[in-house]
């Protein structure tokens, strides 16, 4: 499984970014697709998944309303659409694949190498 993430940048605090991750793999829609970020000295956090179907998700408490994972089983493709962007978004953005839906870290076998999203104030 190749998970290739992409659609970071530069955006000024209040601002909006949309995530894409591009996974190439046949059975793409039996996995929970995940979202983490990582900050400059600081551990890789939980940001959002998805289960397979698209019907649940889950969100970290400090994205919740702000942010929204979606995914397009037929492109193979899985979203993470930011909104009200703050400085403290800024991070490197990993997507990541799971057989269970989940917040660990450690239950991702698959993961992408990462876009960059930096918030300005």
């Known amino acids: 499984v190749q998970l290739q993430a992409s659609g970071g940048g530069l955006v000024q605090a209040g601002g909006s970014l949309r995530l894409s991750c591009a996974a190439s793999?046949?059975?793409?829609?039996?996995?929970?697709m995940g979202w983490f970020r990582q900050a400059p000295g600081k551990e890789r956090e939980f940001v959002a998944a998805i289960n397979w179907s698209g019907g649940r998700t889950n969100y970290g408490d400090s994205v919740k309303g702000r942010f929204t994972v979606s995914r397009d089983n037929a492109k193979s493709t899985v979203y993470l659409q930011m909104n009200s962007l703050k400085p403290e978004d800024t991070a490197v953005y990993y997507c990541?694949?799971?057989?269970?839906?989940?917040?660990?870290?450690?239950?991702?076998?698959?993961w992408g190498q990462g876009t960059q999203v930096t918030v300005s104030s």
């Open positions: 793999v046949r059975s793409f829609s039996s996995y929970t």
């Open positions: 990541a694949g799971s057989r269970v839906l989940t917040t660990q870290r450690g239950d991702y076998n698959y």
